[in-house]
């Protein structure tokens, strides 16, 4: 007889606002710190192992701003305590320079942070900037997670690694299928363009999609090792096309069909200790 081969349990995380969407797209997407707290608090109960944090002006507008990220991250940590990871988002989208970004993350210090390697490092000379970025990191031990949106950006990436400007042996990566267009679908096969023979390979990577295919992506990817990522940022479906109640409704969905494939989903802190793991 042969030994089953177990499947690596994965963390769901959910971004549930974004930076551009608003109460007329969905009357349910959560942009203050209370309602962000309460999103927390329901996507917990619903399998979810970290939150993705955008915050807004008063008037909706994407922000980067160290008073409001604080104020949002103890929010919930007043909700949910330390059962799930908070993570914020670095992203400028259009609004705010790579040292601006930069700038925000260290005055926020936050358990962990997404950092979009095309905005952080438009060109090579922003290099230099980011590696200290990424030192910084280390030594206050806040988690990154470098988003990808295309194999080239993994390619990329996988370079300045093999160049020392990245002070881990790994990294925790986002694969994004798709971009931010109307009536954006992304669909499970785009999975392999960022996991083909030729492709470097990170040991913690998540997916994130777009549309009502949204969990056949990410069920798709966490058959293939990858963790999962859902929510109202990128998706406000369900899988048939009908509009999705809340972000924890998208949640319970991949955690359902996981289950019901054998794949264990991880809590808040099995997330940090399997980026523990990578971040050595």
Known sequence: MTAELALPSIAIAVAPNGGRRTKVDHPAIPLTAAELARTAAECLE???????VHVRTPDGRHLIDADAYRAVIAAIRAEVSDRLLVQITSEALGRYRPQEQIAVVKMVKPEAVSLALRELVPDGTYEPMFADLLSWM?????FPQIILYDPAEAVRLADMMR??????????????????????????????SFLGSEMPRFGHWSLCAFGHQEAACVTAGALLGGHARVGFENNISMPDGTLASTNADLVGVVRDALEKLGVDTQDGNALRQSLDKILV
Not at 138 to 142: D, L, N
């Open 138 to 142: 280390k030594t206050e031990r806040v």
């Open 163 to 192: 160049r020392g400007l990245v002070p881990w042996n790994d990294l925790p990566v986002l694969f994004v299928l798709g971009r931010y267009t109307v009536h954006q679908v992304s669909r499970p096969t785009e999975i392999l």
């Open 46 to 52: 619903a399998g979810a192992a970290m939150i993705h």
